[in-house]
């Protein structure tokens, strides 16, 4: 009818949106082709960086346009300086010229004008048009943090540009990320660019730590604030030996974060910065045993923490003279392990002689020195580093008592609060019951634990590792506890970690020297972590929910017999063919037991793996 809008039917106007979605999508991809064929002829100029203008304000977050485009700008400032300092030396000749012609000009005169030549430079000229030329860079990041705040390639290109100007202003910066952070708090591109710029302002360590308590008292789920504080304080309130926080900064702080964890017990950031108050300990590199085995002419190194032999090394030396050996971990992929074995030759360890054996291990800036005796006659010899009480497994460094009034504090947090609220305050009680004691408090540790699986079921394989690492840690202290140092190695070869509710197997180099060992009657879905046990004869497994026989059983070379009755192992793999002494493999009650055919191809394949070894596969 007359006088009426005509309105597009809602066909009309989808069509129309998707002739325009198109529209664009072509002139994206054109643009791009078009930077990229810039690149590859080299030709970085003026249009290339108005080209990738265009790009990166529709996208901010193109990596590789904000890589071609700070190519251009280096190469744009070279040529910019090139012609800067061509022009002066054109101007230079020609004033000399005119200087020569005028033979009357006074001292004076001549004086001022070389003032005025030294201020002009070509280095001064130059300095002004390379922060002329990087100055839009400025306005265009801010241009893309406005369509993305947390664009990672529009903040780094601004740390890049300010690192190129010959005179940033970085107050002015601050200021900036002062108000980015007024926007959003908890934006951590933004407090990352802020410790960028700050290190290079005027401001102080104390400035900024007050600016994250005003951040932290608004919300106390800021995380990024607390991180950053964290990075702060020890320069400020620097430790003994320069390590965490003085001891009256550290009490204030527990206090701060104690505020924070009982006035929203439910948030983990305040829980967080708690935890790292309270510190790691700091392991230096050192040996905790060190085995040499005549018979099998080895020697076997324990570490008390993962050494990489593509970035550390380990030599040895017998009675005196560097031996040249070969290193291998206990990782069957040789990633980075505990556990190191080094063959030796006859020529290296006689077969009855004395010796004296000295291991160095080095990594990054860390050196361990251990030495061994084998006496004349004696078939084995051991060192082995029995850790005082609750050092080796601690995962906070603070004093006890210090540990024990906030473990007093959290038992405390955990009655006023009701259990679904107390997720956080459950786990760092864990943590400081381990640190004090694991041994009197196993009992109070799997109670916790077995509230945390209540509360948070998403992360229950977390809790079952965690639970089974404790778990094992007692043992050992246990084993520590009750027997002599000197006769630990003789007398444990044998090991019952059967009916513990273990899900995964952990801290089994503390018993590299074991022989037989049982881990049956617990939740295990692999046999992982049973790689470091070098010398193991015997492996009862059975009752458990082994999947398969993985690639770490191929490291166990002295194994015998292999029991993995009731599990749900479906295929014998292809680890068993590197068993070259396995006798016995027992596989009743599990799915492959079902299917004589594979049975048979196993039992072909161990019979004729060259080893000389009879054996036996019990399936029914």
Not at 72 to 81: C, E, F, I, N, P
Not at 184 to 191: G, T
């Amino acid at each position: 009818m007359h006088g009426r809008v005509k309105v597009k039917t809602p066909a009309e106007q989808a069509e129309a949106r998707k002739a325009e979605r198109l529209k664009k999508i072509h002139w994206y991809t054109d643009t791009v082709k078009t930077i990229f064929k810039k690149r590859d002829d080299d030709e970085l100029d003026e249009e290339l960086l108005a080209t990738s203008e265009e790009l990166l304000r529709v996208n901010p977050d193109f990596m590789t346009v904000w890589n071609i485009r700070r190519r251009t700008l280096l190469h744009l400032v070279a040529t910019d300086r090139a012609s800067v300092s061509s022009e002066e030396s054109t101007s230079a000749e020609k004033t000399a010229e005119e200087n020569t012609s005028e033979e009357n000009t006074s001292e004076e005169n001549s004086s001022e004008e070389k003032t005025a030549a030294i201020e002009d430079t070509p280095a001064s000229k130059a300095a002004l048009t390379h922060d002329e030329r990087l100055l839009p860079e400025l306005k265009l990041t801010m241009a893309c943090l406005a369509v993305n705040p947390k664009s990672y390639g529009a903040w780094h290109h601004r740390t890049w540009v300010m690192d190129q100007f010959h005179e940033p202003n970085w107050n002015r910066e601050v200021e900036l990320c002062t108000h980015a952070l007024s926007k959003d708090s908890r934006n951590f591109h933004c407090w990352d660019y802020r410790r960028f710029v700050a290190k290079r302002s005027t401001r102080s360590d104390a400035d900024e730590v007050a600016f994250t308590s005003d951040k932290i008292k608004a919300s106390y789920s800021n995380y990024s604030a607390w991180h950053n504080r964290s990075c702060l304080l020890p320069s400020i309130h620097p430790g003994l030996a320069g390590r965490g926080l003085s001891e009256s900064k550290l009490r204030e702080e527990l206090d701060f974060a104690k505020n924070a964890m009982y006035t929203d017990p439910v948030d983990q950031s305040a829980f967080f910065y708690h935890r790292w108050l309270l510190g790691r300990e700091d392991v230096r590199l050192g040996v905790r045993c060190m085995y040499v085995d005549r018979h099998r002419q080895q020697l076997l190194l324990v570490l008390n923490k993962p050494l990489d032999l593509l970035d550390g090394s380990a030599c040895v030396v017998v009675d005196g003279e560097y031996e040249v050996a070969s290193w291998q971990t206990s990782d069957p992929r040789g990633l980075a392990s505990t556990v190191l074995i080094c063959q030796l030759t006859d020529d290296q360890l006689s077969p009855s002689g004395a010796h004296n054996l000295t291991v160095q291990v080095s990594y990054k800036d860390e050196t361990a020195i251990q030495m061994l005796d084998l006496d004349q006659g004696m078939p084995s010899a051991c060192f082995y580093n029995v850790p005082g009480r609750c050092t080796m497994f601690r995962s906070l460094a603070s004093a006890a008592d210090v540990l024990q009034t906030e473990l007093d504090s959290l038992l405390e947090l955990l009655e006023i609060n009701d259990e679904a609220d107390s997720k956080w305050a459950l786990l760092t009680a864990v943590l400081l019951l381990q640190a004090l004691d694991p041994v009197s408090h196993q009992k109070q540790v799997q109670e916790f634990f077995g509230s945390l699986r209540r509360i948070d079921p998403m992360r229950q394989g977390y809790y079952d590792d965690l639970c089974s690492r404790y778990a094992i840690q007692s043992v050992a202290q246990d084993v520590w506890r009750r027997q002599d140092p000197e006769q630990l190695w003789q007398g444990s070869q044998s090991l019952d970690l059967s009916s513990k509710s273990l899900h995964g197997l952990f801290h089994l180099d503390c018993w590299p020297w074991l022989v037989r060992l049982n881990i049956s009657g617990n939740q295990l879905t692999s046999l992982s972590g049973c790689q470091v046990l070098l010398y193991l004869e015997e492996l009862t497994a059975n009752d458990n929910c082994i999947e398969e026989i993985g690639v770490e059983v191929s490291c166990l070379k002295s194994l015998t017999r292999l029991s993995l009755v009731n599990n749900s192992i479906r295929n014998f793999g292809t680890s068993l063919k590197h068993l070259g002494n396995l006798r016995l493999l027992e596989v009743v009650g599990n799915p492959v037991a079902q299917d004589e055919d594979l049975c048979l191809e196993a039992m072909v394949t161990m019979t004729t793996r060259g080893s000389g070894m009879s054996f036996e596969l019990r399936y029914t």
